[in-house]
């Protein structure tokens, strides 16, 4: 089973530029996560989609920040415009469980994509 | 709101022996989880626990879980090199599926 896919795996910008980030669930997996991960800490979710809906942009920074998954399978995350502090590592995970089932969830996670911002 | 405290953040082991890495959480978490990373690697699912004195093994590798003391152990048997990496434990709130990591714990496991 092929396993989530993201691209490309490294991006250096300088501030003000815009950048994308793409990502391929798991076949079949209706739920895409996008975390954002600083060096030194752990994953923070940006956003969660349920096929291609939005469930959670809390933590997305509107203002610069915007997701979308088309057709519920692929997704972009896009950037626009860098700030220096956006330098990080984003990471895409899918899972097959959809939100509020109760049922046990395990993410499975991409390899990522570091971003600098220079 | 849901926070996630792992410590230690940096372990430095010899080969053979035992040590836990802990996690607490601020409130009530539907599920906690394990997972590791390696350097310029994804996170991989390591455990996933559902209820209070849930007890998983798989290897070398112990995970348990005390939601009254909102708290998660991962004890390592025995280590060995292979298991030097960062584990991270999170968990999720509301039944949103929403994880939330604590900062990781680095293992390096020395010959």
């Known amino acids: 089973e092929a396993g989530v896919a993201q691209s490309p795996r490294y991006k250096i910008i300088e501030k003000r530029q815009s950048v994308a980030f793409w990502c391929n669930p798991i076949s079949g997996h209706a739920t895409l996560y996008w975390y954002q991960q600083i060096l030194g800490q752990g994953p923070k979710l940006l956003i969660q989609?349920?096929?291609?809906?939005?469930?959670?942009d809390s933590q997305l920074p509107k203002d610069r920040f915007s997701a979308e998954r088309l057709k519920g399978v692929d997704s972009t995350l896009k950037i626009q415009p860098a700030k220096l502090e956006d330098s990080a590592v984003y990471l895409c995970a899918s899972s097959s469980t959809s939100p509020y089932s109760g049922s046990k969830n395990i993410q499975y996670f991409g390899a990522g994509t570091r971003l600098s911002v220079l | 709101e849901l926070k996630v405290e792992q410590n230690p953040l940096f372990l430095s082991m010899q080969e053979g022996k035992n040590y836990t890495i802990y996690c607490n959480y601020s409130?009530?978490?539907?599920?906690l989880y394990w997972y590791r990373q390696d350097p310029g690697k994804s996170l991989e699912s390591l455990f996933v626990l559902l209820s209070n004195g849930a007890v998983k093994q798989e290897g070398r590798l112990m995970a348990s879980l005390d939601t009254k003391a909102r708290l998660s152990t991962l004890h390592i048997t025995a280590a060995v090199h292979d298991l030097s990496a960062t584990y991270f434990c999170a968990g999720s709130q509301g039944g949103s599926e929403k994880l939330v990591f604590g900062k990781g714990t680095k293992l390096t496991v020395n010959p």
């Open positions: 989609f349920q096929n291609n809906g939005v469930v959670d």
């Open positions: 409130t009530t978490s539907d599920r």
